[in-house]
């Protein structure tokens, strides 16, 4: 119950850009595990399946043969490449949701100073705690995740080399 009521306490401190930067944290997870688990889980289901598609196809030398192969091909890669291009975007926006804390936060702190003055720092204290924390936590998410992405663009690329090698087997 403390760990709960400590994590409000610290939502709370950071304003609501927090609980977007939260949710954003929440998304970008899934979509990660998600597509690690179709990269170590079902991409070799799908490879084996087109595989199979391919050697059953009646010849492989005529124009239309080429053209079932290349859609062959671009089906595991469409499979391949679901959520890739969102993740580094949602990872790009972290930071920035980070810094629309920082704004809030500082308009907060010039609110503050003026209605009460410079001279009360308590008063100011709450503007400037709502400008920092979401600033770190959206930096701490981005850099968390970064490696992850870096892994999938690899696993990617590494995947569609052997799409191409597989299927281009006779």
């Given at each position: 119950m403390?760990?709960?009521?400590?994590f409000?306490?610290f939502?709370?401190r950071?304003?609501?850009?927090?609980w977007?930067?939260l949710?954003?944290t929440?998304?970008l997870?899934?979509?990660i595990?998600?597509?690690f688990?179709?990269?170590?889980?079902?991409?070799?289901?799908?490879l084996?399946?087109?595989?199979?598609?391919w050697?059953?196809?009646e010849?492989?030398?005529?124009?239309?043969?080429?053209?079932?192969?290349?859609?062959?091909?671009?089906?595991l890669?469409?499979?391949?490449?679901?959520?890739?291009?969102?993740?580094p975007?949602m990872?790009?926006?972290?930071?920035?949701f980070?810094?629309l804390?920082?704004?809030?936060?500082?308009i907060?702190v010039?609110?503050?100073?003026?209605?009460?003055?410079?001279?009360?720092?308590?008063?100011?204290?709450?503007g400037?705690?709502?400008?920092?924390?979401?600033?770190?936590?959206?930096m701490?998410?981005?850099?968390?995740?970064?490696?992850?992405?870096?892994?999938?663009?690899?696993?990617h690329?590494?995947?569609?080399?052997?799409?191409?090698?597989?299927i281009?087997?006779?």
């Open positions: 403390e760990l709960y009521t400590n409000l306490d939502m709370a950071g304003g609501l850009v927090l977007a930067i949710a954003l929440i998304v997870s899934w979509m595990v998600e597509r688990w179709y990269f170590t889980r079902e991409f070799n289901a799908g084996a399946l087109k595989f199979e598609q050697q059953a196809f010849e492989h030398e005529s124009w239309y043969a080429l053209q079932y192969r290349r859609q062959l091909i671009s089906e890669e469409c499979d391949m490449a679901h959520n890739l291009k969102v993740i975007v990872i790009a926006l972290l930071p920035m980070g810094l804390g920082t704004v809030t936060g500082m907060q010039f609110d503050v100073m003026a209605s009460m003055g410079s001279g009360n720092a308590r008063a100011m204290a709450n400037v705690s709502a400008a920092t924390i979401p600033t770190m936590s959206g701490v998410v981005a850099l968390f995740a970064l490696p992850f992405a870096t892994r999938l663009e690899r696993l690329r590494r995947n569609k080399k052997i799409i191409s090698e597989t281009n087997q006779d």
